[in-house]
């Protein structure tokens, strides 16, 4: 059974977020077990599982992303990572459809080399950081000793990305932050946070290749720091765009590998493009 690593979000290898694939045999997926044990074995952000599904359905092929602790409901680097082997090996062309758990996701490659993924718009719930005497919330302290930095604003996303969105004062902050990850992985325990924090500021340079920047924090699901988020953006584009007036931006992940993805919101969804490169192809050993 063939597995590959492909860099996602990335135009050259080492750079990027790196992300497991193996494209199973027609049918039912294998055993949740068995997944997650390779996943741990992989022991990347995520590695996807797909299978293809039968013709004349809403989608092309089924998708499942596995951290190397537990099942995730999205991830943009393993989908983007999956559509790349799919291309790239001749087993799909033009547009594909991914049946996972926030529906249908597409992606679609174009003659550049770079893919386009179609995924759900995460909606915003801004939370409040003082109470009406000005009082810092246990929100506001918790998250100010786990970055080491007061934040700005804070939001919360749906379910099925599960993250709080912290604003901080700039470009410089978050690129300096050094978390405490116990006490961010704390947060999810008080119900203040399910998957992790994505942090952002707007680009300190509005002419340097980007418009905003952030890092994705997600040690309650075994991830430290994800080095390029695709989901996260998701959030980011709807909230920068509100801010900056504008539908189609850039941003950049400033994780120690930094990826770049494009965003444009069209309706109720969110295009995220990107490139990506296999850097590894291999044989898995233990069959299901």
């Known amino acids: 059974m063939r597995i590959r690593i492909v860099d996602a979000f990335a135009d050259r290898p080492f750079t990027g977020n790196p992300a497991g694939v193996l494209l199973l045999e027609s049918g039912a997926f294998p055993d949740d077990g068995w997944l997650q044990a390779v996943a741990a074995e992989v022991n990347l952000s995520e590695t996807a599982f797909a299978h293809p599904l039968p013709p004349g359905g809403d989608a092309d092929w089924a998708l499942r992303w596995f951290t190397p602790l537990t099942e ?10 999956t559509a790349h082997v799919l291309h790239s090996t001749g087993r799909a062309g033009g547009a594909l459809r991914f049946a996972a758990r926030p529906g249908v996701l597409g992606a679609e490659a174009h003659e550049d080399g770079s893919i386009t993924l ?6 915003l719930t801004p939370l409040a ?26 939001h919360d996303t749906s379910a099925d990305v599960g993250d709080l969105l912290v604003e901080v004062a700039d470009e410089r902050t978050v690129r300096s932050l050094a978390p405490d990850f116990a006490a961010l ?15 952002t500021a707007a680009a300190e340079d509005p002419d340097g290749g980007y418009d905003f920047v952030s890092r994705g924090f997600f040690p309650g699901v075994g991830i430290d720091e ?12 709807p909230f920068w765009s509100a801010r900056l007036g504008r539908t189609e931006l850039t941003g950049l992940q400033a994780s120690a590998r930094t990826g770049l993805v494009r965003t444009a919101l069209r309706g109720g969804r969110t295009l995220l493009s990107g490139r990506a490169v296999t850097v590894i192809d291999g044989e898995l050993l233990t069959a299901p």
């Not at 988020?229 to 584009?237: E, I």
């Open 226 to 237: 994800d080095p390029v988020t695709g989901s996260a953006h998701t959030v980011l584009a």
């Open 129 to 154: 950081l003082s109470g009406p005497e000005g009082i810092a919330t246990p929100l506001n302290a918790s998250l100010t000793t786990a970055l080491g930095t007061e934040p700005v604003s804070v």
């Open 72 to 81: 995730v409901g999205m991830c943009g680097h393993a989908t983007l990572a």
């Open 185 to 199: 992985k704390g947060l999810s325990g008080q119900g203040l946070s399910g998957r992790g924090v994505i942090v």
């Open 118 to 123: 179609d995924f759900p718009t995460s909606p």
